[in-house]
């Protein structure tokens, strides 16, 4: 059976990095991607990740399936200048491989980013997602996100202008209600075990 795990990465190794290049290239060109539309030539790309890693507000969030690299978010704390935000988290560039889908790896990943948050002591974070992007709607809102506005010019694609949904969810008390759900998250259960 296929076994998954969630880390919140500090140290990636370089055969890590090429496995988080293949899961961006396949997850890109199936056309959900964070962002690129197209994949970035691979140095590119490598040198992305490597810049991510860098960052002191980007927390990086990967999912492994038997242990290779297949899903990654970032949760992205507020830089220490935004004092009235000091609270205030988000979540970008959730994707998951395409052959690593439907395992709750997504699930588990997002659990992983609230968690780091709360540890931060954040109260809030927030996201946004194309209105095309069903999959992560779905998962959001099963997860206690609530739908604050739409933005109708919020990405053009193919020469198609796309809406956006915006979303929040309270990591407090109004977060507790979705925990039921989080339970069954792949690293919740780890969690458990260990
Ligand atoms: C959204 C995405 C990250 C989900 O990854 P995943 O690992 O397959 O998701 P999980 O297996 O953890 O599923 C968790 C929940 O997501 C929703 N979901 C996942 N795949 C879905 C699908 N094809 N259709 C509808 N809902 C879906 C469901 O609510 C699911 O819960 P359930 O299994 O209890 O029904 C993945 O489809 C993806 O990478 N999509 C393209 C990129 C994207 O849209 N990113 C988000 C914005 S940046």
Excluded at 60 to 69: A, K, T
Excluded at 76 to 84: C, D, G, I, K, S
Excluded at 115 to 135: G, S
Excluded at 174 to 181: F, L, Q
Aim: charged share 25%; aromatic share 6%.
């Amino acid at each position: 059976m296929a076994k998954i795990e969630i880390q919140l990465s500090v140290d990636l190794s370089d055969s890590d990095i090429g496995d988080m290049c293949d899961a961006a290239e396949t997850a890109i060109l199936d056309g959900g991607g964070f962002g690129w539309l197209k994949p970035p030539p691979r140095a590119l790309l490598e040198r992305y990740w490597r810049g991510v890693l860098l960052v002191p507000e980007r927390n990086l969030v990967v999912g492994r399936l038997d242990g290779r690299i297949a899903g990654l978010a970032q949760l992205v704390l507020p830089p220490r200048n935004n004092e009235a935000q000091s609270r205030i988290a988000t979540i970008t560039s959730n994707f998951v491989a395409p052959w690593a889908r439907g395992m709750g790896m997504a699930r588990g990943i997002t659990a992983t980013c609230e968690r780091t948050a709360r540890q931060h002591k954040m109260q809030f974070i927030n996201l946004d997602v194309r209105e095309t992007q069903e999959a992560a709607i779905q998962l959001y809102e099963s997860l206690g996100y609530e739908r604050w506005g739409t933005n109708p010019n919020y990405a053009i694609v193919k020469g198609r202008v796309v809406a956006g949904h915006y979303y929040t969810k309270p990591l407090g008390r109004g977060a507790r209600k979705a925990a039921a759900h989080q339970e069954s998250s792949p690293d919740t259960k780890a969690e458990k075990k260990s």
